[in-house]
């Protein structure tokens, strides 16, 4: 393995564009740029692709092109779940619902509604960052209005209980007016065209995700909206996206979007193989390294994502080493990238500061290969011995 050869190991922060998609964006750029909602020749071309990409991607997720709403991302998508349903039905609660492992996109969002008078409450997970469906039940009060659990973690990889969820919030449900109803989001920016996501299966009334996830194009993403559900509209303007996202629409992204989605249903069975690489880099690295520790189950968790803490070690020190033999992973988001904050999702499992600073997420994906593993096997070890030998934190030091 050369060493000025780039090994990506950071593709829950973002994907590289496959390059089909780019081949299905290019014409949107070039000959047909027209406007979707102009009523000529060049409009209804643009028009006739989005139409074509709503309705790959719904029946992708199990729902009609009617119940998509195309925005610019996975956040916009969760601002708009968030906000739309809090305000919309202000006057009947104003009682929120999520965990205390959510992206900042959901946390950020809730702590603004709080500031809004509404009240919300963050439920805690266990050590491996799994939410209880149990304490979902008990948390839902007569004011509760929406409940939005993420369905992966984009740290740890845990995969939440979100049918479970979704059954229970369906059985409350079922004993009040449909007028008090409790809405229920997942913000599956992390886990769609990773594994199986069906708006029905999970009992889901809105659902967020993002194109550069699953090997699309940046700045575009979806909220799925179930119908009937009641949502404020998350900008105003034009009528486009049924009232509720105001603005041209990104046909080359939305186009992109929707070959991103079928490839990723195409190559669904490679996350099998991506599972296997990442299992035997932990393998390897558990062999080679000692005060190594596992952040998240073993089980319930994302083919892509192996978070492990490397005592010891600070976790940017880690990166800057890995960087400089051509190896990008993370300390956790790519959001909180910068921060010296402990990470949040981590503080919520119970992981002890020191271990969380020696954290580093390898997130692998479809590129990915045997031999950049074993590169990884060879040089990650002799890092971490270079810089514990260094550090003040090792014993005996």
Do not use: W
């Amino acid at each position: 393995m050369k060493k000025d050869k780039i090994i990506y190991m950071d593709h829950n922060a973002t994907t590289p564009m496959h390059p089909e998609v780019l081949k299905a964006m290019e014409p949107f750029f070039t000959d047909k740029y027209g406007n979707a909602s102009s009523l000529h020749s060049k409009g209804r071309e643009a028009h006739a692709a989005v139409d074509e990409a709503r309705t790959a991607i719904g029946n992708f997720l199990g729902t009609e092109a009617v119940d998509i709403i195309f925005t610019s991302g996975g956040t916009e998508s969760d601002n708009m779940a968030i906000k739309g349903v809090g305000f919309k039905n202000m006057d009947r609660g104003n009682h929120i619902i999520t965990s205390s492992i959510e992206h900042l996109a959901v946390l950020e969002t809730c702590r603004f509604m709080q500031a809004h008078g509404f009240e919300v409450t963050y439920l805690p997970v266990d050590e491996y960052g799994i939410v209880k469906a149990e304490d979902v039940r008990k948390a839902i009060t007569d004011k509760t209005t929406l409940v939005t659990i993420m369905h992966a973690n984009n740290e740890v990889g845990t995969i939440q209980p979100i049918a479970e969820i979704g059954a229970i919030i369906k059985k409350i449900n079922a004993k009040r007016p449909k007028e008090q109803r409790v809405y229920f989001h997942t913000d599956a920016v992390q886990s769609f065209g990773k594994i199986p996501v069906d708006v029905e299966e999970l009992g889901v009334d809105l659902l967020s995700a993002s194109g550069h996830k699953i090997y699309g194009p940046k700045g575009v993403g979806l909220l799925y909206i179930r119908k009937g559900t009641q949502i404020a509209p998350g900008s105003l303007g034009g009528h486009h996206e049924r009232s509720l996202r105001a603005g041209t629409e990104n046909v080359p992204g939305i186009v992109g979007f929707a070959k991103a989605v079928e490839l990723a249903k195409k190559n669904f069975k490679e996350n099998d193989r991506v599972k296997g690489l990442r299992d035997r880099l932990y393998q390897g690295l558990n062999e080679r390294i000692t005060d190594i520790k596992m952040n998240g189950g073993p089980d319930k968790r994302l083919s892509t994502t192996l978070s492990v803490a490397l005592r010891y070690v600070e976790g940017e020190a880690l990166l800057l080493n890995f960087d400089m033999k051509g190896i990008c992973a993370s300390t956790g988001s790519a959001c909180t990238s910068g921060s010296l904050e402990q990470s949040h999702v981590l503080k919520a499992m119970g992981v002890d500061a020191v271990t969380a600073q020696g954290t580093v997420r390898f997130s692998l994906g479809l590129d990915n290969t045997d031999a950049e593993v074993d590169y990884c096997l060879k040089e990650i070890p002799k890092i971490v011995e270079r810089l514990r030998s260094m550090s003040p934190l090792t014993p005996d030091q």
